[in-house]
Every structure is written in structure tokens, then in C-alpha cells.
């Protein structure tokens, strides 16, 4: 069975992590969430699921300490459940990736047109009562393909690419949060809420943005994903987990904090750009400018992660025959999935091609995606738990139930995102239809896949080494299934 190289080093793997949550379009789309949400909402609410998406990772935390191997949530669920669990939270995070990767095939050009407004032209056509531009187009389908052709060798360049632009992203945003508390005033910040703006109080404020911000911290996952090439203790990849959620949810509500303190956050929501916007309008086009390289420079370091993911998630569904085979080959050089990378191309730039009228869409989607998945990888946190042999790991009070509230809590914002009637509710049609076509994929390329394995083959495959510490646990359950295919 094919093996990843262990090339990722520690730091570079907190940067995979860290720098795969902060994205760029937060630093645009402030002017929005302002609007929508106020102040308040917005921070209050990243806060609140910063903390949540944090007992989340304790669950990813301890599973990344006992089973560091490639795919991550997909090898939990299969060890913890079955082999149709693990394709569902398989497919639900590829969906996640690969929307990422299509959020900013549109977000990429509307960034640079904030800039330069001529690359609005040359209309094509309307999704949603918003225009896609060619110009707008071709960037995102350009660096697409830049990035696509970063990963195509290996992981070990583009973790260092990942690691090089995540510093200077950290002290990008350290000048921004600085030069906003700096010549900024506590007054421009209050009242927190207006529910005049709005349309809504402050407690649904809060959690009506808990969902997009469950969209913004989903990249934590990587780090478990990526965790059979990296080159260190499985004990500290489960660590360098939280330490991602942690330090993405601190620069997010740190540089949301200094706009809104820079500048009356009620006139910040009616412009375009947000951070970038608000900081020229106080007269420091510098910072502005920084404001502008964090979201170029956030943009390269999520399309990394995600391209990254999104490839090994694949990879480990096809080594166990829940994906086609051809997904599972890897390059005899570089050990990389290059079939899966492709894939995550195709299915990016199409997605990508729905224009910016897309992209609140996506967030929205992708929340409900990663709030499933999430109570799932805590179930199986309790599973793997009770199977594992290693003594030694004995988690805590907290270790159990925080993990529990978070999932509870992400599970809460999926249900009322799904019901209609709730004021939380996807819009329809547009994020109803891109969530039913994704399932609707799902349910094809189920049926593509071989699932010629037996429980305990597909079981070796993903496990490796980490097999025999499951000891009787998996012995047995395993034997039931070892006259039938993997189904």
C-alpha cells in the first residue's frame, strides 16, 4: 500500500494549520458582516465560534495523538463506525475544500478590483443578480493553476511556501491591529449592536454569524489530514491542532476589533471593502495597503491547505475502495496524488465560475458541511477511545465534555440552517441547490467506487503501523466482516 513522505516540518505544519483558517475575504466582506450582523454580531459571534470550533479540536486533538494518518476525520469515522460514515465525512469535507477553492477563484479578482476597478469589464453573464467579469475570471482561474502546479510536487514546497507566507501574513496583521488601536477610538466601536441595520437583536446577531464563522476556521482540520507527512511526534500534532484554532480565531477578531476601533463601524458598513476600505477613509493608505497584502497573501495560504487536503482526503478513500482506484495512485517521485489534485481543479473552478454573487453561498454551505462533521469526529473520539490500547492517554473532564458542547453546538447551527423557517435558514435556491448537487456527486461517486476491501483489509490500509495498538477491538469486530467486501 502506497505511503505519503514524511517531509512537513513542525512549524511549517502550524502554518498549514494556522494560515489554512485565515483566509482573505473576511478583510472585504467586514463591510458586510457589519451590516449584517453589526459589530457585535460579528465579533461577539466569531468569538463565540472560535471557542466552540476549540472543544471541537480537543476531540481532533487527542484522535491526531493516537491515529496520525492521512485523511484524518475519514479514518476516525471508519475506525469508530463503518465504511458509509467515513465516505459521508469524507465527502462532506472535500465539498468544504474544494468550495473553499472555488470561493476564491471569485474572491481572488474582486480583491485586486478593489484596487483596480477596470478589471470590472467585460461582463459574460449574471448568476444571482450579480455579474461575472472575464478579467475577474481569469484571475482566479490563473492562480488556480499556480497553485495547482505548487502542489504537483510534493508537500515538502509547499509547506515551506506555506511557512514563509504565514509569517509575513502574522506581521502584516500585528501593523494593521496596531495602527487601528493606535489612531482609532473606543467610541467608534459602541453601541455594539444596531438593530435598526440589522433587521435583528443581538442575540440573533450573534449566532446568525456563528455559521459563515464555523466557514472561517474550518481549516484546522488540515493539520490532521496532513498528519502521516509530518515529521514529528503524533503528541505534537495533536497540539499544534488546537494551537491553529487558537492563534486563527485571535488574528480574526483582533484585526475585526481594530477596524471597527480605527473608524464609526456604522459608516465601515456601508462601504465595499471593509478593513481595507475603512483604513483609506482614515487617511493611512500604508495600512491600507498592508490590509490588502494580509488578504493577498491569506488567499495563497488557504489554496495551499485546501489543495492539500482535499488531495489526501481522496487519496484516503481510495485506499480503501470508497473512492475510485485511480485517486490512490501516487506519483513514484513525489508520492503525490496528482489524480486527486486534477480532480480538485476541475471541481474548483467550476464551482468557481458562479461568480462573487457565490460566495456568502459557499461560507454558508460549507458551515453546514463541517458542523456534521465535526459531531461526528466527536463521536468518534469516544469510539476510538474505548478501542484504543495506549493506557497512557487519559483524558479529563474537560477533554470530554467540551468536545461534546461543541458538537452539540455545531450540530444546533447545521439544524437551523436546514430548516426553512429559521431565521439561520440557507438561501434558496441557490445554497439549497448547491448543497443538494453536491450530495447528489456524492452519490455517484459512491457508486463509482470499488469497496472491493474487507473490513480488516480496509482497516490495515488506512491504520498502517497504528493497526495492532487496537489490539482486540478491532480483531473482532473486524472478523465478522472479513468474508464480505468492505460495504
Known amino acids: 500500500m502506497s505511503e505519503l513522505n514524511k517531509t512537513i516540518s513542525p512549524a511549517a505544519l502550524i502554518a498549514i494549520g494556522a494560515a489554512g483558517v485565515i483566509g482573505s475575504s473576511w478583510l472585504y466582506l467586514g463591510s458586510e458582516f457589519f451590516s449584517n450582523f453589526s459589530v457585535g454580531g460579528t465579533i461577539i459571534g466569531m468569538i463565540v465560534a472560535t471557542i466552540l470550533s476549540a472543544f471541537v479540536a480537543l476531540a481532533y486533538s487527542e484522535l491526531a495523538t493516537r491515529l496520525p494518518r492521512a485523511g484524518g476525520e475519514v479514518v476516525y469515522s471508519f475506525v469508530a463506525t463503518n465504511s458509509l460514515v467515513s465516505f459521508i465525512v469524507g465527502w462532506l469535507l472535500i465539498g468544504a475544500y474544494v468550495s473553499i477553492v472555488a470561493f476564491y477563484v471569485t474572491a481572488t479578482g474582486r480583491l485586486l478590483s478593489s484596487v483596480f476597478p477596470v478589471l470590472n469589464s467585460i461582463p459574460l453573464y449574471e448568476i444571482g443578480g450579480t455579474t461575472i467579469f472575464l478579467p475577474i475570471l481569469l484571475i ?23 511557512l514563509f ?30 438593530s435598526e441595520l440589522t433587521g435583528s437583536g443581538p442575540i ?19 493539520v490532521v489530514i496532513m498528519a502521516e507527512e509530518a515529521r514529528t511526534s503524533a503528541k505534537r500534532i495533536g497540539q499544534i491542532v488546537v494551537l491553529s484554532v487558537a492563534l486563527a480565531g485571535a488574528f480574526y477578531v483582533l484585526v475585526l476589533t481594530a477596524t471597527a476601533w480605527l473608524f464609526p463601524w456604522r459608516e465601515t458598513a456601508a462601504m465595499t471593502n471593509g478593513t481595507i476600505e475603512a483604513f483609506d477613509a482614515a487617511g493611512m493608505p500604508i495600512i491600507s495597503g498592508i490590509a490588502f497584502g494580509i488578504g493577498a497573501l491569506g488567499i495563497a495560504t488557504t489554496f495551499i491547505a485546501v489543495f492539500s487536503a482535499s488531495s489526501r482526503l481522496m ?24 489524480v ?23 461560507l454558508n454551505t460549507i458551515g453546514v ?27 479529563g473532564f474537560f477533554m470530554t465534555v467540551l468536545p ?4 452539540t453546538a455545531a450540530l444546533g447551527v447545521v439544524a437551523a440552517a436546514l430548516i426553512p423557517t429559521s431565521p439561520l435558514a440557507l438561501q434558496w435556491p441557490f445554497e439549497y441547490l448547491i ?12 457508486k463509482l467506487s470499488p469497496k472491493r476491501f474487507t473490513k480488516e483489509e480496509a482497516l490495515k490500509a488506512l491504520l498502517g503501523k497504528y493497526y495492532d495498538e487496537f489490539g482486540h477491538s478491532l480483531g473482532t469486530e473486524s472478523a465478522s466482516h472479513d468474508s464480505k467486501p468492505n460495504k
Do not use: C
Open 204 to 222: 440573533q446577531s450573534i449566532f446568525s454569524f456563528v455559521l459563515p464563522a464555523f466557514s472561517f476556521l474550518t481549516g484546522f482540520g488540515v
Open 340 to 362: 486527486a489534485l486534477i480532480f480538485t481543479t476541475v471541481i474548483g473552478l467550476s464551482l468557481g465560475s458562479l461568480g462573487p454573487g457565490a460566495l456568502v453561498w459557499f
Open 435 to 446: 448543497l443538494f448537487a453536491w450530495v447528489g456527486l456524492g452519490i455517484v461517486m459512491y
Open 315 to 338: 487519496f484516503a478513500l481510495a485506499r480503501v475502495g470508497l473512492f475510485p482506484e485511480i485517486f490512490s495512485k501516487l506519483d513514484p517521485k513525489t508520492k503525490t496524488p496528482r
Open 165 to 194: 507566507l504565514f509569517s509575513i501574513m502574522a506581521i502584516f496583521g500585528v501593523v494593521v491591529a496596531f495602527a487601528g488601536f493606535l489612531n482609532g477610538h473606543v467610541s467608534n466601536i459602541f453601541p455594539l449592536f444596531d
Open 369 to 395: 458541511y463541517i458542523g456534521i462533521v465535526w459531531a461526528i469526529t466527536v463521536f468518534a473520539m469516544f469510539r476510538v477511545r474505548k478501542m484504543h490500547k495506549k493506557s497512557e492517554l487519559n483524558p
Open 140 to 162: 482566479g482561474y490563473v492562480l488556480t493553476l499556480l497553485i495547482l502546479a505548487l502542489n504537483w510536487y510534493g508537500a515538502e514546497m509547499s509547506s515551506k511556501a506555506q
Open 404 to 407: 461534546v458542547i461543541g458538537a
